[in-house]
């Protein structure tokens, strides 16, 4: 790669907004005030905006491989933290993506050094979704399904944090689960049934709200 032709194309891309709105970058540093918080994976093919059309300040997003919400990853929560609590976004999306690299690595033997432990979050996945998993005999659809349940999990972990349980409460924030199909350029919705899963596992993860739980200990 030039990077010299990335000089060359933002100039050419200040001209073009430019053209369409002369105020354009003055609006741009005034805020931002997104709908959506997107959570995607790190892959080069799987850029935020360009697949879905939207322009600077209409998506906050975070990227890692392969799109994982660990529960103590501190940089995913504050992301979390900060879309949902100060900038009030109503659509959290976890998006996975089929060909993930990420989730192909994890189901291999290989020791990859600092990124076993990241692996790791997606094996267990795997574990509990194993007899579907395991019941898939091409390994690509194998693969495929993983991804779309790595989705599922993700999610579940988005609404497991204090911040969305009292969003979706107060304010009807919503979490959605895409994947991206890169071999049609398609995103697909996998309609996740969260107010079951909400239900299912409220029971053990619903955070009280912390004035109430000091009156409980009183
Ligand atoms: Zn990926």
């Not at 976890?94 to 189901?107: D, E, F, N, P």
């Not at 050094?113 to 007899?131: A, E, F, T």
Request: glycine residues 6%; negative net charge.
């Amino acid at each position: 790669m030039d990077i010299k032709r990335v000089f060359e194309n933002n100039k050419v891309w200040i001209t073009r907004q430019l053209q369409t709105d002369s105020n354009y970058f003055e609006r741009l540093s005034q805020g931002q005030s997104p709908a959506m918080l997107y959570i995607g994976c790190s892959d080069s093919r799987v850029t935020a905006e360009e697949l879905m059309g939207l322009q600077p300040g209409e998506v906050f997003v975070h990227r890692n491989i392969a799109n994982m919400v660990p529960n103590s990853d501190l940089n995913v929560m504050s992301v979390i933290h900060y879309a949902v609590d100060v900038l009030k976004v109503s659509h959290v999306v976890v998006c996975g993506h089929y060909g993930c690299g990420g989730i192909k690595a994890a189901m291999q033997q290989a020791d990859l050094g600092i990124l076993n432990p990241w692996l790791r979050n997606i094996r267990d996945v795997y574990r509990l979704h194993r007899r579907e998993l395991d019941a898939i005999e091409d390994e690509e659809h194998r693969y495929n399904r993983l991804a779309e349940l790595n989705v599922q999990e993700q999610c579940i972990n988005v609404i497991k944090t204090a911040e969305v349980q009292k969003a979706v409460y107060e304010r009807k924030l919503t979490v959605h689960g895409w994947i991206f199909d890169m071999a049609t350029g398609k995103l697909i919705d996998l309609a996740i049934d969260f107010e079951k899963i909400t239900k299912d596992i409220a029971a053990i993860y619903k955070i009280v709200p912390s004035e109430v739980s000091l009156e409980m200990n009183m």
